[in-house]
Every structure is written in structure tokens, then in C-alpha cells.
């Protein structure tokens, strides 16, 4: 069951977002604050964060960026109401709010079969020699 991080300052939107999500069986963990996302990421196993654009705290641009140095198979999808030119440049998938849960579900299950462009390739044997 993959492990979902939603961070979203909103309570209500992060409730929307993890009733959908639960219901489509995935285990969601859920913050407001993006530096307790972080500590969340540190001790366990994400495998997708989805996260609000425009906080107060934190951009969630900017935690995605963070969050791929500390756990750098951990997907991300970021959300917002509003088209940001800097989610478009980011590389990041999107889903602009207001979506449906079909849409939300579709989304998250599409970005969890794709790789993950930050993950580290592993090697088999070790370092190579030429």
C-alpha cells in the first residue's frame, strides 16, 4: 500500500484530499506545515508527496526540492488554484484545484507508475571501472 504525504495548509482541502485518497486504498499521512512534512519524509518511507503551491511558510516548490535531497525516490505532484509558471518549470506533476476525485485518484495512481526522475540509479557490482 503505497504511503501518501499530503501537505496542504488548508484543513479542509488535506480532508478532501485524504478521504479520496483513502478510499482509493492508499495509507495517507497529512501536515500544514511543510517543515513537519519534512521530519515525516526523514523517518519513514514516502512514496508520493502531494502538496500545496502557495504557503505561508514554504512554497511547496520549494519543499519539493528539499524533500528530493532527503528521500530522492519520494514522487511529487503539487497542487494550486492558480497557474504558476514556476510549478510548469518546476518538472513536477500538477492538478489545479478545484479537481474531482476521480480526477485526484487517476492523477496520483498515473505519477505513482511513472519512475521517478530523481532517484538515484542503482548499480549492480558497484562503481565501474572505466
Known amino acids: 500500500m503505497p504511503t501518501i ?7 479542509d482541502v488535506r480532508s478532501f484530499v485524504r478521504d479520496i485518497l483513502e478510499v482509493n486504498g492508499y495509507r495517507v499521512l497529512d501536515t500544514r506545515d511543510p517543515q513537519h512534512a519534512l521530519r515525516i519524509a526523514s523517518e ?8 500545496d503551491v502557495v504557503m505561508p511558510l514554504m512554497k511547496g ?3 519539493a526540492r528539499r ?4 528521500s530522492p525516490s519520494t514522487k511529487v505532484m ?3 488554484a492558480y497557474t504558476l509558471s514556476a510549478v510548469a518549470a518546476s518538472g513536477y506533476a500538477f492538478i489545479a ?6 480526477t485526484l485518484a487517476g492523477q496520483v495512481q ?8 530523481f532517484a538515484r540509479p ?3 557490482g558497484g562503481p565501474s571501472d572505466g
Do not use: G
Request: glycine share 0%.
Open 67 to 70: 524533500l528530493q535531497v532527503l
Open 78 to 80: 503539487l497542487m494550486s
Open 44 to 51: 519513514q518511507p514516502i512514496h508520493l508527496m502531494l502538496a
Open 61 to 63: 516548490t520549494e519543499l
Open 110 to 117: 498515473h505519477v505513482l507508475d511513472q519512475p521517478s526522475p
Open 5 to 11: 504525504l499530503v501537505v496542504d495548509d488548508e484543513d
Open 97 to 102: 484545484k478545484p479537481f474531482t476525485a476521480d
Open 122 to 124: 542503482r548499480t549492480e
